[in-house]
């Protein structure tokens, strides 16, 4: 069975590392605050000037006055600070962001990620991402693994406008954990139930497969 949103945003938060300085795009990647693991710290930080996010508010604390940079509601971790967006993009093109996960339209095997335009359809921008793409260090990407057509968006080369190029370094899909090496996408993990034969039928890009591929776990 395909993921979740919330099981790709669990599966995301493995890739967290203690001392990690995080930024979350809108879409699924918000979800990965909910699922941070207790055993490490780690710093979540919006372009509109906020680091030290927590979990999505509840209707108990939802504060109308805090939000991200997708105009979401959050809540404040605590050692939180506030600043202006010129310090967050500072802190962005200046390569401070060890991790940043973002949701995509496309994504190819030469690491490019389509994110912000569908010609034709009123979509609201890129926001920071076309700044996070070239600032940090690692990016990976949540999406779903096609379209409600049907037809694979992992691809041999994006059609739509780009986001950033040669940046993809992971994307956590509905059916599976892919590593990019070299210019091929690599198969790593399969949802449970979903088989290798699917993830292949799916998929545009030039897989690898190699070896028996193990399912995810979720408590």
Known sequence: MALSKEQIAQRIARELKDGFYVN???G?????ANYVPSDIEIMLQSENGLLGMGEFPTEENVDADLINAGKQ???????????DSADSFAMIRGGHVDLTVLGAFEVDQ????ASWMIPGKLVKGMGGAMDLVAGAENIIVAM???????VSKILKECSLPLTGVQCVKKVVSDLAVLELIDGKFHLLERAPGVSVEEIIEKTEAELVVNGDIPEMTFQ
Request: aromatic share 6%; charged share 5%.
């Open 110 to 113: 030469s690491g490019n990620i």
């Open 24 to 26: 979350l795009g809108i």
């Open 28 to 32: 699924i990647p918000t979800l990965v």
């Open 73 to 83: 509601t959050v809540t404040c971790a605590k050692g939180a600070s506030f600043f």
């Open 144 to 150: 779903t693994h096609a379209n409600k057509h049907g």
